[in-house]
């Protein structure tokens, strides 16, 4: 397959490749490249052999899966590869996650934030909210997924009960792109509004559409919503760390 940010080529292109034999950087590089062409059976192999030498499982996901999504991320916005070559490789990553997250749950790592996503109610459109889910827990998020349909009683059950960061909201019919104010609004109602970060996406949307129904951001791909989600859990992480200092300043005033 082409990459025109891919880290080179397969070390090997026979199929018959002993994954074990490979170093453990050669190894890495091997399953960036096969994340990148969707083969998660490869992947689970992977991760189970780093986990063997002693790996952390944060470091297999960090090193191993995290980077190679994000050299798939790369190629996807700059149209080296479609929607559906970035699901098999999707795919394949969840294969590699479905290994290391309970063992990330029992070692406490930290993780890039919690993400609740759902399509509007009303759409039942899910192929592009499918691929942001799967893009931004590649990324290290944790993502909920609430499904179709979802009324915002839905949605604000769900933020209070996964503890959320963000809410990503998708609607690819215009008749439904509405109800996403429908949501921010009763979350102003309700005096939650400022505790998430709230992105938006759907074909149909563009940036001025975002900002009328009060979102945080429009993103039009899910390269571009992993990117917007790192960026601003980064900035409200940043502010919460200020504010606790100003306030450790004060007290100590």
């Not at 390269?223 to 100590?252: F, N, P, W």
Request: glycine fraction near 12%.
């Amino acid at each position: 397959m082409p990459g025109g940010s891919r880290q080179g080529d397969s070390i090997m292109a026979d199929d018959d490749l002993d994954l074990s034999t490979l170093p453990d950087d050669e190894l890495v590089a091997q399953m960036h490249d096969d994340l990148y062409d969707g083969l998660k059976e490869e992947i689970e192999e992977g991760v189970n052999l780093l986990l063997g030498r002693g790996w952390t499982p944060y470091k297999v996901l960090t090193e191993a899966l995290v980077e190679g999504m994000r050299i798939v991320g790369i190629d996807f916005r700059d149209g080296i590869l479609f929607v559906p070559e970035v699901l098999m490789a999707a795919n394949a990553m969840k294969g590699g996650m479905y290994i290391l997250r309970p063992l990330l749950a029992e070692t406490g790592a930290e993780k890039m934030g919690t993400v609740v996503i759902g399509t509007v109610k009303g759409d039942i459109h899910d192929i592009g909210k499918n691929l942001v889910g799967m893009m931004l827990e590649g990324a290290g998020f944790e993502v909920f997924d609430i499904g179709i349909n979802t009324p915002v009683e839905e949605y604000l059950e769900a933020l209070e009960k996964h503890d959320a960061d963000i809410l990503g909201m998708s609607a690819l019919l215009t008749t439904t792109m509405p109800y996403m104010k429908v949501v921010v609004d009763k979350m102003k109602e309700k005096g939650i509004r400022n505790d998430y970060i709230v992105l938006v996406g759907g074909a149909p949307l563009n940036e001025e559409f975002a900002n009328s129904v009060g979102a945080d951001a429009y993103c039009r791909d899910a390269a571009v919503a992993v990117e917007t989600a790192k960026q601003m859990m980064a900035s409200r992480q940043g502010s919460v760390a200020a504010r606790m200092k100003a306030d450790a300043a004060a007290a100590g005033a």
